[in-house]
């Protein structure tokens, strides 16, 4: 049966599972402890998790889980000391930089692994799922939030995660995948706020489930057997046939596993900091620390005075602002030591076309110039999953009046990327060796496109006109 993941035996795709990640694994961790000092954003995330070592109280800008996971990471640096010769004392305690970084490099080399697992549970093909995962581990905004001591990538984590327990819970119906599940999600959101969008979308998703069935009551017989027609592809599967699966999740199993003990991890999650935090030990403060947080970002404001690298949430679609995080020159000739959070701008913007191309074929449902004898068709019941999660996690960016960065595409773009992947797998399955032809371009273009900006994503020395070729807008500089 194909509603379970494969065993795991030595053939090519589980071979190619294992070469991509030991890949995301190899890039992330070399030469790690690279820049002696706290870069960008580490000049909060690091120094709030050194504090809980040093017991020093501080008011945290985010829910308080990525820095426990940076402070866990520090102990055990700590006691399994890595490039000892590496330190500074920024933080507030003389540490390694290798300490509070190689966690997050370890949970970015999951990343791969995740959204692969996440497309093989949606479509149980092998293909799509080696795609999603070789062009996650060819990005660079995923390379890069994954070499420093920052929280964007515990929050696709745990995003990620949590979507794929409740996918594998649709497969299988152990209640353990749904009870982690709704945790997992409840992390997600314990990390940032915004990490909540990866539960909405399960809870749009299951919405519409529940709600389909009522509005299919109105359709005429003829109605009917045209909606099968257009929805069924090579497979079988159908529209009707994905959301089907979510009915298994009764109202109560809903309210119990996805909202109270989302609600219950959440609070539990607090406990540690409130105790730390002596002035908030209590629930009045824990209330108290939501209304200050909710008030501090409130209170942020939006042009380039706030921070010289704000950015709308449009100019995210085609990058048009990264991110600077660290530039160093040095050296006779002037070399640049730059990280750049910036994706693979080849990847991205295919990405970008890939969901404005199925956008289209929602709201125009001109899904069957796909199911041609030539081409065949997505299924579109993962369509659906793609476009309800890609707009959960950018589209409440529209009603945010803060300064905002590209890295907050960060969970939107994963799902830009599935859309990709599946695109081209139909491609590469298409009998015209066009679509082959035009699939493999692609795919050449953004492997090419990584090794081209791989040094501005991990720092290596480029020459004043090397840096300049690689900044090809003068909004990335």
């Known amino acids: 049966m194909l509603n379970q993941f494969p065993k795991l035996r030595l053939t090519p795709f589980t071979t190619g599972i294992v070469a991509i990640f030991l890949f995301s694994l190899v890039i992330r961790f070399w030469n790690l402890g690279q820049f002696n000092q706290l870069v960008f ?62 966690l997050n490099a370890l949970t970015g080399a999951t990343i791969p692994l995740l959204l692969g697992a996440i497309a093989y549970l949606l479509t149980q093909r092998r293909l799509v799922t080696l795609l ?25 984590f745990f995003g990620l995660l949590g979507q794929a327990l409740v996918l594998w819970h649709l497969r299988q119906e152990k209640l353990w995948q749904l009870i982690l599940g709704g945790i997992s999600l409840a992390c997600a959101g314990s990390v940032k706020w915004n990490g909540f969008a990866f539960l909405l979308g399960v809870y749009l998703l299951w919405a519409i489930a529940w709600v389909k069935p009522f509005f299919n009551q109105g359709w005429t017989k003829g109605e009917r057997q045209a909606n099968s027609l257009q929805l069924l592809d090579r497979d079988g599967e159908n ?34 900091h409130l105790l730390m935090n002596g002035e908030y030990a209590s629930l009045e403060g824990f209330w108290r620390i939501q209304r200050e947080t909710w008030q501090y970002h409130r209170r942020v404001g939006n042009s380039p005075d706030i921070h010289p690298y704000c950015s709308p949430w449009y100019s995210w679609l085609l990058m048009a602002r990264p991110i600077a995080y660290f530039y160093q020159k040095s050296g006779q000739f002037g070399l640049i030591n730059d990280v750049h959070a910036m994706a693979n701008p080849i990847l991205l913007w295919f990405s970008t076309g890939a969901m404005a191309l199925l956008t289209g074929t929602v709201i125009w449902q001109k899904i069957r110039q796909f199911s041609s004898q030539t081409i065949n068709a997505p299924l579109r019941g993962i369509t659906l999953y793609i476009e309800v999660n890609y707009a959960v996690n950018l589209l409440p960016w529209l009603g945010i009046s803060r300064c905002t960065f590209f890295y907050h595409y960060l969970p939107a773009y994963a799902f830009s990327i599935l859309a990709l992947a599946l695109i081209l797998e139909t491609l590469l399955d298409s009998p015209r060796h066009s679509h082959n032809v035009i699939a493999w371009a692609v795919l050449t273009l953004v492997a090419i496109a990584f090794w081209y900006w791989l040094p501005v994503f991990l720092g290596l020395p480029l020459t004043p006109r090397g840096f300049a070729l690689r900044m090809l807008f003068p909004s990335w500089i």
């Open 41 to 102: 954003d580490e000049v909060y995330y690091a120094k709030f998790a050194s504090d809980y070592w040093l017991g020093n109280d501080f008011f945290p800008s985010h829910p308080p889980l990525s820095h426990y996971l940076i402070a866990l990471a520090m102990g055990l640096g700590q006691v399994f000391p890595v490039n000892p010769e590496q330190v500074n004392d920024l933080t507030g305690a003389v540490r390694s930089t290798w300490s509070y970084r190689w």
């Open 132 to 156: 999603t995962m070789g062009l996650v581990a060819l990005d660079g905004l995923f390379l890069v939030e994954s070499r420093y001591a920052l929280n964007n990538i515990y929050l696709v």
């Open 239 to 272: 529209n009707q046939g994905f959301l089907s699966r979510w009915l298994i999740i009764s109202p109560l199993k809903f309210a119990i596993w996805l909202v109270l003990v989302p609600v219950i991890t959440y609070s539990v999650i607090w406990i540690p």
